[in-house]
Structures are given as C-alpha cells and as structure tokens.
C-alpha cells in the first residue's frame, strides 16, 4: 500500500468515526466512550460495529486526524522538493504499514 493510499484510509476511517469530545468510562468490565451529546459507545463483543468505533476514539480524536490527513495529503500534492526528505519520513511515520 502506497503512503497515499495509507492516508486516505486512515481519512475514511475517521470520517467514519463519531465526532467528539468523548469522555471514557468503565464500569462492571464494559468499556464505553459518551460523546458530549450523549452517545455512548460501548465495546463489547455483543455490540455489532462499536469497536472500531471504540478503538478509533479511545487512541485518537477523529477530528484531529481528519485534519492531519488533510494536511499531510497537501503536502504529498504540493510538488515541494523538501517533502522527499525529512518531511516525508515524519508523515511516513504516521502511516506504518499494516495500521489504520
């Protein structure tokens, strides 16, 4: 997978996600997250699609991301002769191989 495509994918992931600011919880071995408007998320094995949601927002904030992306993205596009340097190795770091 190409950096670029590794971007775009962690992009979708967090577009995908729900917006915050969540506070965590934990209670009785069930782990949740509850958005500012009430949301709970709970991360269950019973619960169909909640632990990617879950895991995306307990490690980072989807807006957040999605602005990282979008920087990191206009960067790759903006033809600068310094993104092929340390530049580009800080956003490859970013984007490892294998993760979202």
Do not use: K, Q
Request: proline letters at 5%; aromatic letters at 4%; hydrophobic letters at 45%.
């Amino acid at each position: 997978m190409t950096l670029r495509e590794r971007i775009l994918t962690r992009l979708a992931l967090a577009e995908a996600a729900t917006p915050g600011p969540w506070a965590f919880g934990h209670v009785e071995g069930v782990h949740f997250v509850e958005s500012a408007e009430g949301l709970v998320v709970v991360d269950t094995p019973s619960v169909t699609g909640a632990h990617e949601d879950v895991r995306f927002i307990a490690d980072r904030s989807p807006d957040r991301v999605i602005a990282e992306c979008r920087a990191d993205l206009a960067l790759l596009d903006s033809g600068n002769v310094a993104i092929n340097g340390v530049v580009r190795r800080n956003i490859e770091a970013r984007y490892p191989e294998g993760e979202s």
